[in-house]
């Protein structure tokens, strides 16, 4: 026993060795949070206590599998399978399983997953012949979740105030309250249950058998929880019950300076409490961070003391002191990435970093388009964590197809995807119709289509006007494809497929935000395709020529080559609990990162802190934080403030941009005012007012030095070597530059 204990420090020693009652374990970024669990675990093993009365809760599978695999490589197998170590919904199913006869349900009861409770809602709806516009299905399965979560059943609901208000459902909270009934009934008669009815029914298990709650209350003596910060309501209530009349001995582990999933329903105030409701409870602080240098750990310290919400602790560290963080504002989001993947390349090359010793955070998934595409330039390979890379988003595919047919009206393959989507009621035997049709008489899909009643479809007169609408539709776009440029014709596209609907931002779920965000950052890469071709003098940019880019592309996103050795890329909520070498956290502006939808609330701020607080304690040995002072939305360009967060952070641990020795500044000056749309015409730039060595700005490229200057009038051009993205050619007349004053 002595072995394994002596490779723990004192604090986690301690905290391992404790068992006398509750105890609360507060593990800072990087100080082996997960050992203490595991070790715990151990201890009480080689003590003499039954594996089966050891439960630990964890949120991941990977996170409960890699506990076994640890206890086993210290304890061995035998004792370690009779553990009850697993997810929190894991765990209750396997008890709900063992005592659904007494809440109503057969052992063998079947678990629905989102779809299949849409599905389930969608239906009632249908039934009970309710407007689906106004009870909209996502809708109603998100207060039927939330309601839930809460402890709330489908009687209570109608007479639960704080919850019809949050959702301002007065006028309807009659008729939420049938279909979330009429929801529970159908389920059980079907003996399913959803993910959120794994903690419900244990919960009411619990709470209405007491005979049951006291066998579990028997079984397990020792209760082992981790990442206590991301519990929910639910997930909270249910430890009391297990814990709180019997006063067990119990071990929550976490970081409340890491609590980053309110959007989830996780409340910071189950640990910021703990010790209220458990006040024998002993406090265990890990304050040895083993991961990054001293300057990243006391910069991170400097940024979380802003926080009033939280757990007073000093963490600190005994590596290196280390570089200093390094911060700097690029002048637009499109040199910001140009930059960050230089830098990526500079460090490779000069300090011998292996590509997979770089990470790229994030705070929206649609800000990863402007890096991937830096990244390719350079041929840097990447790899987006936990998603897909921009071009292969289900929105931005779907937009695609659109795009793909207004420009070659034979893609049988996008014909296919957008017929019926969104839903305009032509079903799948009507599209086999129209293939089978198409293949009998070697034509194209769209020629059937178009002509249904040439080729003798059999259909009838309400799907005979769904194509017919259908049809008008691309042709609108075919038109607008052949007449206009690529922003112009792919905006009115986005726009009128109805992708982007009224419910789409109704229904604010951190899905449909990202999709929305998706759908922005697409209109914002054909603007900057068609703007950056313009001024190269290229004035027919047609949708076909932003397809052909962006095939090229994805075929590289689909390349099989199993290459380990890659830049990751994320957003922060991603991150949590890894660990790289070098970390980039971009966009840091105000609006972005703190998230506009934090609506200057204390509590939302104090959590986008947090996550900021997450995004720096993932490096080991740098820190390199960049901004832009102009970013490119929704058809133009906005000037940006740098996120209030970097004031945060005390000045000794940052590298300012002046100092910057990695990621350079490129340069300050005041504002560049947005004046042109996509064909306004630069009259103030031509080449009598140039002269090659002038030093100019580019509100994308950032600010460079004319090196040489040919042709005249209309026709008249400057090569340009910018001091971020390299040499361009641009056409003076579409330019948008201005002259700058020489340092």
Known sequence: MADFLQQLNESQREAVIYNDGPSLVIAGAGSGKTRVITYKIAYLLKNGISPHSILALTFTNKAAREMKVRVTEIIGENMTRLLWIGTFHSIFSKILRR??????????FTIYDKQDSKNLIKNIIKEKKLDDKIYKPTFVQNIISKAKNALITPKQYANNCDLIEQYNQAQKAYILYDIYLTYSNRCKIANAM????????????????????????????????????DTNFAQHEIIQQLTIEQHHRICIVGDDAQSIYSFRGANISNILNFRSIYPESKLFKLEQNYRSTQTIVNAANSLISKNREQIPKTIYSQKAIGEKIRLTGFYSDYEEGSRVANCIAEMHMLKKYEYKDFVILYRTNAQSRIFEEALRKLNIPYKIYGGLSFYQRKEIKDVVAYMRLASNLADEE????????????IGDITVNKIIAAASFHNTILWEVLSNPLSYNLKINAATFEKLKKFQLLINRFVEKVSTQNAYNAGRMIIRETGLINNELYEDQTPENISRIQNLEELSNSLYTFVSSRIEEGNANIKISDFLAEIFLLTDQDTDKNENINFVTMMTIHSAKGLEFKNVFVVGLEEGLFPSELSKQNLQEIEEERRLFYVAITRAKENVILTYAKNRFQNGQFHDRLPSRFIKDIDEQYLSLPSKSHVCTNSGGGGSFKESSLINHQNNQSNIGDLRIGNKIRHKRFGDGRIVALIGKNDNAQATVEFEQVGIKQLLLKFARIEMINDD
């Open 194 to 229: 959803d993910f959120d009815d794994l903690l419900f029914y244990t919960y009411l298990l619990f709470n209405e058998c007491k005979e049951i709650a006291q066998k579990y209350w028997n079984r397990f003596q020792f209760i082992l929880v981790d990442e206590y910060q």
């Open 99 to 108: 005592e659904a006869s007494r809440i109503g349900f057969y052992s063998d």
């Open 414 to 425: 996008a014909i296919r995807r957008i017929i019926n989507y969104p839903n305009r009621g």
